[in-house]
Nanobody, 120 residues
Framework: QVQLVESGGGLVQPGGSLRLSCVAS????????MGWYRQAPGKQRDFVAR???????NYADSVEGRFTITRDNAKNTVYLQMNSLKPEDTAVYYC??????????????WGQGTQVTVSS
């Protein structure tokens, strides 16, 4: 059973920073793309950033230059460093990963989400 567990969310003032982490576990033999999405109240879930197994990142225009995605393949972990946060960044942030396990082929998995609130 694959699990993605996010951490690092919270309340921060505009202009502040947060670092999100997401750890994958569960008989994993390979992880392909890992990424972050977010969903604000009453809105659809939107792409934020993704990173390939080789470390190539890709960002939504709204976060380019402010957010940085990285990963530690040895720890099955992906990070999202968020700087210069704005109130419009407020959302539940979800981790996503394409994973192959001992018992299943490549599938996309989601974490449970972590709340990020940017407010003064």
């Amino acid at each position: 059973q694959v699990q993605l567990v996010e951490s690092g969310g919270g309340l921060v003032q505009p202009g502040g920073s947060l670092r999100l982490s997401c750890v994958a576990s569960g008989n994993i033999i390979g992880i392909n793309v890992m990424g972050w999405y977010r969903q604000a109240p009453g809105k659809q879930r939107d792409f934020v950033a993704r990173i390939t197994s080789g470390g190539r990142p890709n960002y939504a225009d709204s976060v380019e230059g402010r957010f940085t995605i990285t990963r530690d393949n040895a720890k099955n972990t992906v990070y999202l460093q968020m700087n210069s946060l704005k109130p419009e960044d407020t959302a539940v942030y979800y981790c996503s990963a394409v994973i192959k396990t001992r018992y299943t082929d490549w599938n996309n998995y989601w974490g449970q989400g972590t709340q990020v609130t940017v407010s003064s």
